[in-house]
């Protein structure tokens, strides 16, 4: 079966793909292959079986519009925040893309409402005590889709990318390459929860765009590996999902919508970071495969909760003779899981300096109650690397100083969080590789981090197929 462009993965790099060579009128004929479902069969049943049920694959970080959408969908309109990109391609022209991107959003429904810019005084007070706490926060401002209405937008592009003639194969897993001499001629593709590839089909095209995502980064990983792509290993972020009462971070949810603040705390001086900050929020559960278990948060436009959760994130860049940083993230993550029977784990802040267990009682009659309920009550520290640890521990004491309140006895810590953004395949600024005919693109690249990052990725990625 011969296409001109097959896009393997349907997140919103595979998605500005599509969506830019259709608005640029191409006439190639184009394959988007995604190992999910369409959006409007994404559905999670831990909303009616209050546990998770370990789907394959995961209804939530696979389908239309990938992991982010039906995590929180915002997006980030700086080209500060997101990734590496802007150094393959430079700042200004990063600011562009994500400029144009972002009126596409506007055009399928997102809000115009930008969070982050209406009190610049207060950001400066905010600012102010950061910087006496020695870190840095990184003004960026956000666009909130939020989790329900971002699978509204999402929908309207799909629907609009079928209405265009862009075909759409949902449920398969790309199992390999057709190379030829060094030539990428296509893709192997085989029927998701096919234990066998019984059935392995064979689509051929000129042009290959991988955009798996993060789920996908250790796939395209053994790919690099196998097919001389030349990458080079790159950070994976290990940390914990954190939830407070929305009391506690009133000011910086008014004022920002989401502080994204790093540091470098001593001894190690690993590079720290919030991330994916969720007012009135929700704390969820993802499966990525072999049963991995990992926590993320969403927050909804109108349902709330009372507590506001965000993800502190420590990265680890290795050296030689390493090369397996996923691998080693994935164990970090695979030992939690085995401390929580496979559940989430959650411990107090309280409890972690006191060096005990979190007891189930103990989270009943707490301030903070967990919005994860299905969270196994336990001892993060006994999987948790010392490194990334003591990191967390001197973060959190340091966002004390910008949000009173933070290292509370009741904080909640929920792990593991985990971001793979491991194997950087090496590019030009045109996204060409050294495979020729293989373009890598989003999250599973090493080159983006998050939604609107990977999607202004896509659209540049558009607009070199159509001068091709």
Known sequence: MNYDVIIIGAGPAGIFTAMELVKGKSTKKILLVEKGKAIKDRKCPKSKTK???????????????????????KLSLSYEVGGDFPMLVGADFAQELIRYTDQIYLEFGADTRIEGVSEPEKVREIRKRAIHAGLKLVDCPIRHLGTEKAQHIYGAIEQYLLEKGVEMLFGYNCTDLIMEEDVCKGVVLSKENDAQDACQLRYEAPHVVVAAGRRGADW???????????????????????????????????????????????????????????????????NYDNDLAVVNGHSYKDLKSDNTNLAILCSHNFT????????????????TNMLGAGQIMVQRYGDILDGKRTWQKELAQS???????????????????????????????AMDQVVPGFASTETLLYSPELKFYSNKVRMDENLVTNVKGLYCLGDSSGWTRGLMMASAMGVLMGRKLLEM
Not at 327 to 333: D, F, I, R, T, W
């Open 220 to 286: 395209l990983q053994a790919l690099c590996a196998k097919y001389d792509i030349a990458h080079k290993p790159g950070t994976v972020d290990i940390g914990v999902r954190v939830e407070v009462r929305n009391e506690i971070m009133e000011e910086v949810n008014k004022v920002l919508y989401e502080s994204k603040l790093i540091g470098y705390p001593r001894p190690f001086k690993n590079k720290v970071r919030t991330f994916c900050q969720n007012p009135g929020g929700f704390v969820s559960q993802e």
């Open 320 to 335: 030689e003779p390493f090369n397996q940083p996923i691998a080693y993230a994935q164990k970090v993550g695979e030992l």
């Open 51 to 73: 546990k998770c049920v370990n789907c394959k694959p995961c209804n939530i970080t696979t389908g239309f519009s990938g992991a982010g959408a039906f995590s929180d969908g």
């Open 367 to 397: 301030n903070v109650r967990p919005t994860l309920p299905d969270a196994v009550a336990g001892d993060i520290t006994a999987a948790m690397p010392y490194r990334a640890m003591v990191n967390i521990i001197n973060f959190i004491q």
